[in-house]
């Protein structure tokens, strides 16, 4: 085993509530990203652990299935906890087996809702090679999915609906980069004789062209991967905008006929800014898996 995944999350809710979202499988299923079904099996006795079955589809038409059991419960002082262990027979699961432990912790402020959970898994020295990316992946998901869930249960967002958001704000943030990185790497640095003659075009003088298109190369690259990877985009989505004008308009300007030229800078730019606009708009109560403490608390 690698090391233990650790999500905890504190959230403004009565014990009841968040148990019952947790504990429930038709429930559970709707907020949490790792699973797509989650389905208790019938008890012959009371007394018997809880089995349950989960699957993930993971495209193309393919699921991976497991299966898992609640091996015991506790409350302890309001204080609760939740054991289970898990495992998959099916071959495309890297996960073999696993175990760990929900827990309910009541603060005045919420309920700290914390888990931590630990697997095996198959393929040999491939499948602890492959977990190396797998296991941070997973832990991103469960602490994105406890965020997900906060959101739900104190402000009332759905879990359809903040998945919906992620998806149109990154499709709008990651395109806008994709566009700022493209413009950068390729016409700048890897072919950079059209752009240095665009510059002269433009009144720049001659000398100073290819040190004013490296200059902008490195500018654009950072803009495109500060859209990617800064918490607060908004103020780099608002100067993307403004850039995306400035140069439709110079560009124009400066050159007419590249106005009624293919791929011109004016539907260019108004794209970008639409782009821009689409992402904001979506960048409402957003799951942030960065939001979750990630290590246990140090006494």
């Known amino acids: 085993m690698g090391r233990p995944i650790y999500v905890e999350r504190l959230i ?11 504990q429930k499988p038709d ?5 949490d990203i790792r699973f797509t079904e989650i389905r208790y099996l019938p008890r012959t006795r009371e007394t018997e652990p809880q089995r349950f079955l989960y699957a993930t589809r993971i495209g193309f038409g393919l699921r991976i299935e497991g299966e898992g059991e609640s091996v015991g419960q506790s409350d302890r002082n309001g204080d609760r906890t939740s054991a289970l262990r898990f495992w998959s027979d099916d071959r495309k699961s890297l996960i073999r087996t696993g175990s760990g432990y929900w827990r309910y912790v009541p603060t005045d402020a919420g309920v700290r809702f914390i888990t931590q959970y630990d697997y095996e898994t198959r393929f040999g020295v491939a499948g602890r090679a492959l977990d190396l990316a797998f296991r941070p992946l997973l832990g991103w998901a469960t602490a994105w999915s406890f965020d997900r869930l ?18 149109v704000h990154w499709i709008g943030r990651g395109t806008l980069a994709f566009i700022w990185l493209f413009h ?30 490296l200059a902008a190369a490195a500018f654009e690259i950072a803009l495109g991967v500060g859209i990617l990877v800064l918490r607060d985009v908004r103020p780099l989505l608002a100067l993307s905008s403004v850039l995306a004008i400035g140069l439709a308009v110079v560009t124009s300007a400066r050159m007419p006929e590249l106005v009624v030229a293919p791929f011109q800078p ?9 782009l821009a606009l689409v992402a904001v708009a979506a960048d409402r109560d957003l799951p942030r898996a960065r939001r979750c403490l990630r290590k246990p608390r140090t006494k």
């Open 27 to 31: 429930v559970h299923e709707r907020w």
């Open 184 to 213: 950068g790497i390729v016409p700048k640095l890897l072919a950079p004789a059209g752009e240095i003659d665009l510059v002269t075009r433009t009144g720049i003088p001659s000398p100073l062209a290819p040190s004013l298109v």
């Open 266 to 274: 004016i539907t260019l730019g108004a794209a970008m800014v639409g």
């Open 12 to 22: 403004a809710a009565p014990m009841e509530t968040l148990w019952n979202a947790t």
């Open 150 to 167: 906060r959101l739900w249960l104190e402000r009332g967002a759905e879990p359809a609906a903040t998945l919906e958001r992620s998806l």
